[in-house]
């Protein structure tokens, strides 16, 4: 099983829908969670860090399930510009700080 | 304006050359990281350093080489070691902090001819 799971899609959603993607961690000891976005050909860019009792930044929402060991992101009200890959991360914290990814959802917004 | 600058962009090398990538970043972080990304793939980590003068190796050191003399620079040199160099490398940074938010340079396109 790998260490963080996600669908890879692509999800095809209309503008203003509302979407969400789950990713799943096998480390029950992670401390840190962390959703990215990545565009085509380019960096990933932090899009939000996950705390524990949740967080939402404007149509973003952000949730950590630990019994199930497993994130979410929401996406309300989706636009064009939201087409990206969406990479989730998690610190294992066992002495290494580095994140473990996931291969990333590929999310494609049509008019 | 701070950040991660990494060069080249893009790379081209012949099959047996060893060849080096820079990573610097000017954010005053203590940890830095380079990972690997095959199309299609998420991030795989090469190589981390927590502090100056000290680095670990992480799940697919093979084939690659860093060094970490100065806070803000940690160049990552991929070897003729390295079966299968292809690939799009990413140089990350982060603070001392326990939530290790990561901030990610915008990359180096190695292509091995």
């Known amino acids: 099983r790998k260490e963080v799971e996600q669908d890879p899609g692509p999800f095809n959603v209309p503008e203003g829908a509302t979407v969400a993607f789950n990713c799943t961690y096998s480390?029950?000891?992670?401390?840190?969670f962390f959703w990215y976005r990545q565009d085509c050909r380019k960096e990933p860019k932090l899009l939000m860090s996950?705390?524990?009792s949740g967080n939402e930044d404007g149509r973003f929402t952000a949730q950590l399930n630990r019994a199930s060991q497993y994130i979410s992101l929401l996406i309300r009200d989706s636009k064009l510009s939201d087409s990206a890959t969406y990479l989730c991360?998690?610190?294992?914290?066992?002495?290494?700080?580095?994140?473990?990814f996931g291969s990333g959802t590929r999310l494609q917004v049509q008019p | 304006d701070g950040g991660i600058t990494q060069s080249p962009k893009y790379l081209f090398r012949k099959e047996g050359q060893n060849v080096t990538l820079s990573c610097e970043q000017n954010?005053?972080?203590?940890?830095m990281y380079w990972y690997r990304q095959d199309p299609g793939q998420g991030l795989r980590l090469i190589y981390y350093?927590?502090?100056?003068?000290?680095?670990q190796k992480g799940d697919i050191a093979e084939g690659y080489s860093v060094s970490r003399e100065k806070k803000e620079s940690f160049p990552l040199t991929v070897t003729s070691a390295q079966k299968n160099p292809t690939a799009f490398y990413l140089c990350?940074?982060?603070?001392?902090?326990?939530?290790?938010?990561?901030?990610f340079g915008p990359g180096t396109r190695l292509t091995v001819l």
């Open positions: 990350a940074s982060s603070d001392d902090s326990s939530y290790n938010e990561q901030f």
């Open positions: 991360a998690v610190n294992g914290y066992t002495g290494r700080r580095a994140l473990t």
């Open positions: 954010l005053n972080h203590d940890a």
């Open positions: 996950v705390y524990s």
């Open positions: 480390n029950s000891a992670s401390q840190s």
């Open positions: 350093s927590q502090i100056v003068n000290d680095f």
